[in-house]
């Protein structure tokens, strides 16, 4: 079928009119739409990276954003400070901590493992505190870029809770009761497990698989600087 419209009404739909789009100076501002639950499961690589580039994107926009992340470790040749901590530590809008230690959970990779329940644990509390502060601000409104997350967030990332709740550091209610806490308007992003989390098919507004089809570390590449960490 042949396009009989005008080059304007054929740009009428596009965004920007067909303009390539600019950098603009990143100013405080409140979502008009935040407050789903999603979630982010999988065995492919990328699940933190899709996460964070969320993140960078609301954060782009002037949002108040905040990772917790509950694990992360790996093998040996991961270095101790990873990249995207050193870009969101320059960025306005978005900040991080952990509170998990380096090192899997049952890897077997010299951490303590009771030391992974504790920290798992801080998490949980951790994020029930700053679900409880973000009811308590106005998220319908702009938020200081530059303020302690405490002071409220438009988007919390809770990274790799997923696996903690697989391997019993904390539990599927835990999960909920974060839920549950959860203010209207704040946008709740959950990552982490090769297992489905069937437990939030009714609680999620967006579940996404990240599916591995081929990976290097199969071949024994080993995690890359700027790629993996």
């Not at 030391?115 to 702009?142: K, N």
């Not at 438009?154 to 835990?174: F, G, K, N, P, V």
Request: charged share 30%.
């Amino acid at each position: 079928m042949s396009d009989d419209r005008t080059p304007d009404e054929t740009v009428e739909n596009t965004p920007g009119q067909g303009r390539t789009p600019e950098a603009e100076r990143i100013e405080p501002a409140a979502p008009e739409e935040f407050g789903l639950v999603q979630v982010w499961w999988g065995d492919g690589k990328g699940k933190t990276t899709a996460t964070l580039g969320m993140g960078v994107r609301a954060a782009g926009h002037g949002y108040r954003v905040h990772m917790l992340q509950f694990m992360k470790g790996g093998a040996s040749s991961v270095d101790a400070v990873r990249g995207e901590y050193n870009a969101m530590a320059t960025l306005p809008g978005i900040s991080y901590e952990n509170l998990g230690h380096y090192g899997w959970h049952g890897m077997a990779d010299g951490s303590d493992e009771a030391d992974h329940e504790a920290e798992a644990q801080a998490g949980l509390e951790r994020a029930m505190e700053l679900l409880e502060a973000a009811g308590e601000t106005a998220l319908d409104a702009p938020l200081d870029l530059d303020a302690p997350p405490e002071d409220g967030i438009h988007m919390l990332i809770l990274d790799e809770i997923l696996y903690a709740a697989d391997r019993d550091l904390i539990s599927e209610d835990d999960v909920h009761e974060l839920i549950n806490a959860k203010p209207d308007d704040l946008e709740l992003v959950l990552s982490g497990s090769h297992t489905e989390p069937t437990y939030l098919e009714d609680r999620a507004d967006l579940i996404t698989n990240v599916r591995k089809v081929k990976h290097p570390i199969d071949d024994g590449q080993r995690a890359r600087r700027g790629t993996e960490f």
